[in-house]
T-cell receptor, first 110, second 114 residues
Framework: GESVGLHLPTLSVQEGDNSIINCAYSNSASDYFIWYKQESGKGPQFIIDIRSNMDKRQGQRVTVLLNKTVKHLSLQIAATQPGDSAVYFCAETRGGKLIFGQGTELSVKP | KAGVTQTPRYLIKTRGQQVTLSCSPISGHRSVSWYQQTPGQGLQFLFEYFSETQRNKGNFPGRFSGRQFSNSRSEMNVSTLELGDSALYLC?????????????FGSGTQLSVL
């Protein structure tokens, strides 16, 4: 099926450190990107989005960076907390639908 | 405001059977999308409905079908179940299903095919 690629399947960080989750996409025509967080037993939860006319967008403790030149998306989480432990998905709009990456599992060590 | 509701939460079926899953979107949302989630394939787009019409479809066989009712509630059906259909089926809703629009997901229906 269609999917957006991810660099790392797992990421382990120390509580309080910053986390960076990366994502590569293939369609240079994609104009909208979203990051979702999925905790065990739950559906994906919206974190932050960004349109292709932007390079950076900030939310509460999260920042998304978009590099259209190399088709790369990243999610930065500041001061990572145990509650941030989850699987994180990037997604891009392609052909009128939202295409998800494989996901990165973030594990926060106390 | 209630979130996206999916029923049932868990389902066990045997090969060859068929199954129907239900999704109630957030009140006021008119677009409903369905995704299949498996450990190996991740989140795969099944189809999207808006105003009772299928507007978009993913790369799944015809055994997978869906529909949307006038109140925006949606159902998806899988006929002649195969072992590989075991997955978490997620429903998501959005206001109008525009391209750059957030999807809100339900908790999913975990389907196990034996």
């Amino acid at each position: 099926g269609e999917s957006v690629g991810l660099h790392l399947p797992t990421l382990s960080v120390q509580e309080g450190d910053n986390s960076i989750i990366n994502c590569a996409y293939s369609n240079s025509a994609s104009d909208y990107f979203i990051w979702y967080k999925q905790e065990s037993g739950k559906g994906p939860q919206f974190i932050i989005d960004i349109r292709s006319n932007m390079d950076k967008r900030q939310g509460q403790r999260v920042t998304v960076l978009l590099n259209k030149t190399v088709k790369h998306l990243s999610l930065q989480i500041a001061a990572t907390q145990p509650g941030d432990s989850a699987v994180y998905f990037c997604a891009e709009t392609r052909g009128g639908k939202l295409i998800f990456g494989q996901g990165t599992e973030l594990s926060v060590k106390p | 405001k209630a979130g996206v509701t999916q029923t049932p939460r868990y389902l066990i079926k045997t090969r060859g059977q068929q199954v129907t899953l239900s999704c109630s979107p957030i009140s006021g949302h008119r677009s409903v999308s369905w995704y299949q989630q498996t450990p190996g394939q991740g989140l795969q787009f099944l189809f999207e409905y808006f105003s009772e019409t299928q507007r978009n479809k993913g790369n799944f066989p015809g055994r997978f079908s869906g529909r949307q009712f006038s109140n925006s509630r949606s159902e998806m059906n899988v006929s002649t179940l195969e072992l590989g259909d075991s997955a978490l089926y997620l429903c998501a809703s959005s206001l109008a299903g525009r391209v750059a629009e957030k999807l809100f997901f339900g908790s999913g229906t975990q389907l196990s095919v034996l």
